[in-house]
């Protein structure tokens, strides 16, 4: 059986290579000592995103590994869900998240990005985790949900205490914590509503009773979490990807574009594993049965470097045109959010290159550290020289 260790946090695509060459699928124990099975290429990963036979409804488990722990007030989202309440709610609130409706906000988006710019303007070392590449993302994040602009540096440390902790009563802590505090933004939207996506929500479970009081605040809470680390790790990943690689670099400089973005997401994805499913029935997933109620870890890092769907899967190639990666899921339950993290990260990226054109890794990159998750891959820091 395969053990979940330390090294799918420092060389995720190196240990998954060595297990695609062993077979599609592993018995493999997660680092909570439950048993999961872990799904490795390319073509099995992306029939398992759409296969409506393996349920994200945690009802669905035999009780084994379930990942990330929530209070049912928060646990009422899409993530957890299966047709036809999936169907429900993601009609529900999904046009908010159209390209049509996410377009507009690409000056502020780029406003945004230029202020941060401007603070790091005269140095010559900077950290851009915690000085661009967290901000942004949490600013749009708030700006959509009516976050005040006081109250964005704690959104980010309940969030990073949510998923990078130090000790389990600060994750404990931390989610009590942002809990408490949606719940008193959302009476101050009903109190006084906004133009913002949070005051709509409101009017819906309100006015027009199509949530729930714990939907409502399931999706206040997933468009924050999912919205900042996603998108705060496609750039630090990106980014690294990108310093590591003079070519890329190179070629980056003349411009970020929608293609190259979805290139850097292919190459290192924010998460490194789907969802967990759990199988309603007996399923045969790449010729091995996995029983009825057993947890299923999709790796999509592993698929994003199978062979035997792309060529030369581990250069970073940002012209690389067909290129279905599988970031953002696949099938009913692709992100809501794809479009703002596309246009975030191709701001985001443009405007740092074009204002540093000369940025470069202050550290080799064998000692970056990277956070404690096999799930989702993200950078502790990024230091770097600006000139």
Not at 52 to 65: E, F, I, V
Not at 371 to 386: A, D, E, I, Y
Request: hydrophobic share 40%; proline share 9%; net charge negative.
């Amino acid at each position: 059986m395969i053990e979940i260790d330390s090294a799918f946090v420092t060389e995720p695509r190196a240990t998954y290579a060595r297990l695609r060459e062993q077979g599609p699928v592993h018995r493999a124990t997660a680092p909570d000592g439950t048993s999961v099975w872990l799904v490795t290429r390319y073509a099995d990963v992306r029939a398992a995103l759409a296969d409506p036979r393996l349920s994200l409804d945690k009802a669905n488990s035999n009780g084994g590994y379930r990942g990330f722990s929530l209070p049912p007030a928060l646990d009422a989202n899409l993530l957890n869900m299966d047709a036809p309440e999936h169907t429900r709610l993601r009609r529900t609130i999904g046009k908010a998240f159209a390209p049509r409706r996410i377009e507009p906000l690409r000056p502020r988006v780029q406003q945004l990005a230029d202020a941060l710019l401007d603070e790091l303007a005269g140095q010559r070392e900077a950290d851009l985790m915690p000085s661009y590449c967290g901000p942004l993302p949490i600013a749009v994040i708030c700006e959509l949900l009516g976050v005040g602009e006081a109250d964005r540096p704690d959104f980010r440390a309940w969030t990073d205490g949510m998923l990078a902790p130090e000790t389990p009563d600060q994750a404990r802590d931390s989610l009590a914590a942002l809990h408490a505090y949606l719940l008193d933004l959302i009476a101050e939207k009903r109190a006084e509503p906004g133009p913002d996506f949070l005051s709509a929500l409101v009017g819906l479970r309100d006015e027009e009773d199509r949530l729930t009081e714990d939907e409502l605040t399931s999706a206040a809470f997933l468009v924050l979490f999912a919205g900042y680390e996603n998108t705060v790790n496609l750039l630090g990943n990106g980014l690294i990807a990108l310093l590591t690689d003079p070519a890329a670099l190179t070629a980056a400089c003349r411009g970020i574009s929608p293609t190259t973005v979805d290139e850097l997401l292919r190459y290192d994805p924010p998460p490194q594993l789907a969802i967990r499913r759990f199988p309603r029935q007996d399923v045969e997933i790449g010729g091995v049965t996995v029983p009825a109620g057993e947890t299923v870890l999709l790796s999509l890092v592993s698929a994003h470097h199978d062979p035997a769907r792309y060529p030369a899967p581990e250069r970073l190639d940002l012209d690389r045109a067909d290129n279905p990666h599988l970031a953002f899921g696949h099938g009913p339950h692709y992100c809501l959010g794809a479009a703002l993290a596309r246009m975030e990260a191709e701001i985001a990226l443009n405007a740092l290159l074009s204002r540093f054109p000369d940025l470069a890794l202050a550290v080799p990159e064998q000692d970056l550290q990277w956070r404690n998750s096999f799930r989702n891959r993200g950078l502790r820091t990024l230091p770097v020289t600006l000139t």
